[in-house]
């Protein structure tokens, strides 16, 4: 099994709908991400948790919520979508160094029509 | 403003061949740089990581290089293989706070190595 996995891979969507996507991670890491790459762009920060009580807004916050359920698990939710939000959403994790250990999901391609 | 620059955006070379790839970054305060491989549909692994002090790295047929006073590194690919195949990104941390760093992603490089 996958360290970090996230659900579903792909996910095809109307505008204005609610959406959630998981992610679970197997690695005993306390610090949990979300990141958003589009073509032509890095990786740009969501959100990012550093325990489960902890919960920090990233560089591209808007238009997104997260909740961290348990140190395992923590999902991204776009409250309504808008197609500008077509991406791929990768989740990672890191351990309390976050210098090193970065491990990424397999990623989840979103699409909004 | 952190950036990292990378290029060339876009590479096709024959199986076999050598390949060097460039990362320019404006990033501080510097903590390390990484170079990841990515492949399709997949998230991005880590091939090495370099902090200030270090100027070369290799991981297998991978060789990192870093010249912290340029702000530049390049990750060169010897004897390159049809897996080699993928998205080549250049990632530098940033100290951040008590509380460790922050990533700053290149776009990536698109290797494609052809038989």
């Known amino acids: 099994d996958a360290d970090v996995t996230q659900t579903p891979r792909n996910r095809i969507t109307k505008t204005g709908k609610r959406i959630m996507l998981e992610c679970s991670q197997t690695k005993g890491h306390d610090r949990m991400y979300w990141y958003r790459q589009d073509p032509g762009l890095g990786l740009r920060l969501i959100y990012y948790s550093f325990d489960v009580k902890d919960i920090n807004k990233g560089e591209i916050s808007d238009g997104y919520s997260v909740s961290r359920q348990a140190q395992a698990k923590f999902s991204l939710s776009l409250e309504s979508a808008i197609p500008n939000q077509t991406a791929l959403y990768f989740c990672?994790?890191?351990?309390?160094?976050?210098?090193?250990?970065?491990?990424f999901g397999s990623g989840t391609r979103l699409t909004v029509v | 403003k952190n950036q990292v620059e990378q290029s060339p955006q876009s590479l096709i070379i024959l199986e076999g061949k050598n390949c060097t790839l460039q990362c320019n970054y404006t990033v501080s305060p510097f903590s390390n740089l990484r170079w990841y491989k990515q492949d399709t549909g997949r998230g991005p692994v880590s091939l090495t990581i370099?902090?200030?002090?270090?100027n070369t790295k290799s991981n297998g047929r991978y060789t990192a290089t870093l010249d912290a006073d340029t702000k530049q590194s390049s990750l060169h690919i010897t004897a390159s293989q049809l897996s080699d195949s993928a998205s080549y990104i250049c990632v530098v941390s940033a100290k951040f706070g008590e509380y460790g760093n922050k990533l700053v992603f290149g776009a990536g490089t698109i290797l494609r190595v052809k038989s």
């Open positions: 370099m902090t200030f002090s270090e």
């Open positions: 990672a994790t890191s351990d309390f160094r976050a210098d090193y250990g970065y491990t």
